[in-house]
Nanobody, 120 residues
Framework: VQLQASGGGLVQAGGSLRLSCVTS????????MGWYRQAPGEQRELIAT???????DYKDFVKGRFTISRDNARNTVYLQMNSLKPDDTAVYYC???????????????WGQGTLVTVSS
């Protein structure tokens, strides 16, 4: 199983980035997918999820700025990030997991992380 995240980089505040996470070795359409981030010195936190039926959910601090989407034909999940802020600086990880009601349960399948740096 592989999850390959990409698309991070350095961007100025107010800018945009689109992260991608290509998966292999799993039946992608059977999994909910989640994007997490981990800032320096902080714990990894869930920021957005998308169910196998493409229902989405976001943490309040990214709602309205970030959009999660999936392309089952390409086994890929995306995170479109707009209006980026310096506080969004973190390593971003994708995960293939499970939704039970409104709760996302991560599996052991993680991408390697992609660094997003937002300058002020």
């Amino acid at each position: 199983v592989q999850l390959q995240a990409s698309g991070g980089g350095l961007v100025q505040a107010g800018g945009s980035l689109r992260l991608s996470c290509v998966t292999s070795g799993i039946t992608f359409g059977d999994y909910a997918m989640g994007w997490y981030r981990q800032a320096p010195g902080e714990q990894r936190e869930l920021i957005a999820t998308i169910g196998s039926g493409s229902t989405t959910d976001y943490k309040d601090f990214v709602k309205g700025r970030f959009t999660i989407s999936r392309d089952n034909a390409r086994n890929t999940v995306y995170l479109q990030m707009n209006s980026l802020k310096p506080d969004d600086t973190a390593v971003y990880y994708c995960n293939a997991g499970e939704l039970r009601g409104i709760y996302y349960y991560p599996s052991r399948y993680w991408g390697q992380g992609t660094l997003v740096t937002v300058s002020s």
